[in-house]
């Protein structure tokens, strides 16, 4: 059984994307941004399927099956997010993918344009041994997380969207016993002031330089 990498994102519907960037960049652009750190993002993970046995699906917000189609390729594999918080919606996506006896599972989004390749298999590799891997992000919360057992109390009881996201998961590990690993601490971009991160990664992407 192959492992799988599910991606949490959204159709690029100006208005409704990258909202805490619109003050500083217009709807339109804060739209633009997030398209294309969606696409790096796949950009990342395809030379990872070379390498390994692993299903990649989209679980998107917005839009529809056919539009995330076109947008991103017919070779994915599409999921619409069910209802509730990001707690609710990973715990959901963790349940389905272990429960139909996938070996190991990370979930990610596309905020974090410094997450590579290398960084994806070393948190694959690391659930060969461990029951749980994060990615460290600066602002407090985590920009991956992966499991090889359904653990729903990591879901439970945590302050979303603040910057105590990590420790708490931290904290909630270390009482059920779990192995935890965690990768270098990464930036998600969020707000006006992460953008100088994304504009980094993209000018090594010109360049043809790794960031």
């Given at each position: ?166 420790q708490q998961t ?22 006006p002031d992460d ?17």
């Amino acid at each position: 059984m192959s492992d799988r990498l599910i991606i949490f994102t959204r159709y690029p519907e100006p208005g409704k994307a990258k909202t805490r960037l619109i003050p500083a960049l217009g709807a339109e652009a804060a739209a633009d941004i997030h398209r294309h750190m969606t696409e790096h993002t796949l950009a990342q993970v395809k030379p990872l399927q070379q390498n390994r046995p692993l299903t990649v699906e989209v679980w998107f917000v917005g839009g529809d099956r056919a539009q995330m189609q076109t947008w991103l390729g017919d070779d994915l594999t599409y999921q619409p997010q069910p209802e509730g918080d990001l707690g609710d919606r990973m715990a959901q996506a963790f349940q389905i993918a272990l429960e139909s006896g996938v070996k190991a599972t990370v979930i990610i989004g596309t905020d974090c344009p410094e997450l590579t390749g290398a960084v994806l298999e070393q948190a694959f590799q690391a659930l060969q041994q461990t029951d749980l891997v994060l990615g460290p992000a600066t602002d407090g919360g985590y920009y991956l997380i992966g499991l090889r057992l359904f653990v729903p109390e990591l879901f439970k009881t945590i302050a979303w969207s603040t910057d105590r996201v990590f420790q708490q998961t931290v904290d909630i590990a270390s009482n059920l016993n779990l192995s935890l690993t965690n990768l270098p601490t990464l930036t998600d971009v969020d707000r006006p002031d992460d953008l100088p991160v994304w504009e980094r990664v993209s000018l090594c992407q010109l360049n043809d330089i790794h960031p």
